[in-house]
């Protein structure tokens, strides 16, 4: 695979000869393009001697080979780590006034880029909006991790450790291979669920969860990279539509029943990542709830919504198809542990497959990273992880299709 690694001027540059140690070992072909002031951090004799090729930063060394357009466009995948803040920008702006931000126009293959940055400069809203657009233009944009950063400085923006970032993006540049209609999921219509359900109690208040939506887009990106048909059923998450794939809107625990079985009438597949609310007031009030001026405690009354995979599992009936996939987000308890639950859930709702996943504040809900058990009905147990959530997409994306091969 031929890869272009472009690195930018943070201190994290020196962790970028990890990684293309890493490209080389695995046998990639690897083109190391710095900026100028990546190459204050790391010099070009140690990328030159690491790559086994010559390192360039501008567009006018071998002028006669034309590198600003011929790099980007021969390219299987561009990875660029670290990215500044002024890397990210120049990018989302589209500005080219060097090689690689003019290799970053060129390319048409898999883009990913690791961010290492202090928090404010990744908290700010310039970079949150340079990186939303970079995302909505399907670059693959990590989440920096949180931890120690230059000095005695500790929060997000930590450059991700340099396997996980050959991981991520290497499954991408996998997945994208060929062309999409050659990929292992071509001719499949699935049907992906994200989020978390929101019940309306008065115009202002509402039920609801801590799900952020951002395992169930991994899915369907994964799977419309392996030449899928994808419709992404989204309740509640503000997180930019992946690239190729239909887009249905939902609230509450209800609409997203509709719209999944709709979507799902001559689905192959349906995995119900989305965490549908188990209950919903029984009454909507039209006006906001007001306090009472004595104090009085609120009663509020709940009733149980449907058990959507429950429901699709007793229409599909004895048929094979679609593939259910359920999802279990549990805590322990004094009784049970998460896995115990998982497995009584398992039971209980009849899907093909179950992916488990133990929940709580700052677990797995809005993270970037969890861990997961993919349960099947022969009784296997594959756990994966702790890795980001495109890894453990397309784990289950290969149990998926390992079970659609049976049957």
């Not at 020196?14 to 900026?35: M, Q, S, W």
């Not at 625990?253 to 192959?268: E, I, S």
């Not at 965490?275 to 009472?292: F, G, L, Q």
Request: one cysteine or more; aromatic letters at 4%.
């Amino acid at each position: 695979m031929r890869i272009v690694l472009g690195v930018s001027g943070g201190i994290a540059a020196y962790k970028a000869c990890l990684l293309l140690r890493r490209f080389t070992e695995a046998g990639h072909d690897v083109t190391v393009i710095p900026t100028a002031a990546a190459l204050r951090f790391v010099g070009a004799p140690t990328w030159a001697a690491l790559s086994g090729k010559p390192v360039a930063d501008d567009v006018w060394t071998r002028v006669e080979d034309v590198p600003h357009v011929r790099i980007g466009k021969s390219a299987d995948l561009v990875v660029v780590a670290p990215a500044t803040t002024d890397l990210i920008a120049k990018a989302a702006q589209g500005l080219a006034d060097d090689l690689l931000t003019n290799t970053l126009l060129t390319a048409r293959c898999p883009v990913v880029f690791a961010p290492a940055m202090h928090t404010e400069m990744w908290q700010h809203p310039a970079t949150v909006a340079n990186v939303a657009t970079l995302r909505e233009r399907g670059v693959h944009v990590m989440d920096p991790d949180s931890g120690r950063l230059t000095g005695a400085d500790t929060g997000p923006g930590r450059l991700r450790e340099p396997e996980e970032i050959a991981s991520y993006a290497l499954g991408f540049a996998q997945d994208a291979a060929g062309d999409s209609a050659d990929g292992p999921l071509a001719g499949r219509r699935v049907v992906v669920s994200a989020g978390g359900t929101r019940e309306p109690i008065d115009p202002v208040r509402f039920l609801g969860n801590r799900s952020s939506g951002k395992q169930g887009y991994a899915l369907a990106t994964v799977a419309a990279e392996r030449g899928a048909e994808v419709t992404l059923v989204s309740a509640n998450s503000s997180l930019p539509t992946p690239s190729g794939v239909e887009l249905v809107r939902v609230e509450t625990t209800l609409q997203l029943q509709q719209a999944v079985t709709a979507a799902g009438q001559d689905a192959d597949v349906i995995v119900m990542a989305a965490a549908p609310a188990d209950y919903r007031s029984a009454a909507y009030t039209d006006h906001k709830i007001k306090k009472t001026a004595d104090g009085d405690d609120l009663t509020l009354r709940l009733v149980e919504n449907p058990d959507i995979v429950k429901g699709l599992v007793a229409a599909r009936g004895e048929a094979t198809h679609p593939v259910i996939v359920s999802f279990a987000a549990e805590t322990g308890d004094a009784g049970s542990s998460v896995m115990e639950h998982a497995r009584a859930k398992f039971a209980r709702k009849g899907s093909d497959l179950q992916v488990v996943n133990e929940v709580g504040p700052d677990v797995t809900f809005g993270q970037d990273r969890a861990a997961i058990h993919i349960l099947t009905r022969r009784g296997d147990e594959t756990e994966v992880g702790p890795a980001d959530k495109a890894t453990l997409a397309r784990a289950v994306w290969d149990a998926v299709q390992e079970h659609l091969d049976t049957v």
